[in-house]
Nanobody
Framework: QVQLVESGGGSVQTGGSLRLSCASSGHTYSNWYMGWFRQAPGKEREGVAAVYVGHTITYYRDSVKGRFTISQDNAKNTLYLQMNSLKPEDTAMYYC?????????????????WGQGTQVTVSS
């Protein structure tokens, strides 16, 4: 089974940094999308960043470009999200997800595997 487990969330002040990790099963994810989504209270879950595995293609939400970096360690089957210059509007539950259906990178309905989420809180 494909299993995804996030970690690394926490509380930081504006301008701080966090690195989220997503440990995955040993499944081969080549040609899958793997990405990070987030959801704040009362809002829809939105795509933050994603990678098209095996094709050196990455995607980012406009509001995080230049601040967040998505990467992966294939040997450890781990996906990362380095978050710098954090802002209060980044506060949300962050989820790791995997997509083998295709479609838009940020279409949450195309992602069929999800982690449990890790909370990120940024205070001013």
């Amino acid at each position: 089974q494909v299993q995804l487990v996030e970690s690394g969330g926490g509380s930081v002040q504006t301008g701080g940094s966090l690195r989220l990790s997503c440990a995955s099963s040993g499944h081969t994810y080549s040609n899958w999308y793997m990405g990070w989504f987030r959801q704040a209270p009362g809002k829809e879950r939105e795509g933050v960043a994603a990678v098209y595995v095996g094709h050196t293609i990455t995607y980012y939400r406009d509001s995080v470009k230049g601040r967040f970096t998505i990467s992966q360690d294939n040997a450890k089957n781990t996906l990362y999200l380095q978050m710098n210059s954090l802002k209060p509007e980044d506060t949300a539950m962050y989820y790791c997800a995997a997509n083998n259906f295709g479609g838009r990178w940020d279409d949450r309905t195309k992602y069929n595997f999800w982690g449990q989420g890790t909370q990120v809180t940024v205070s001013s």
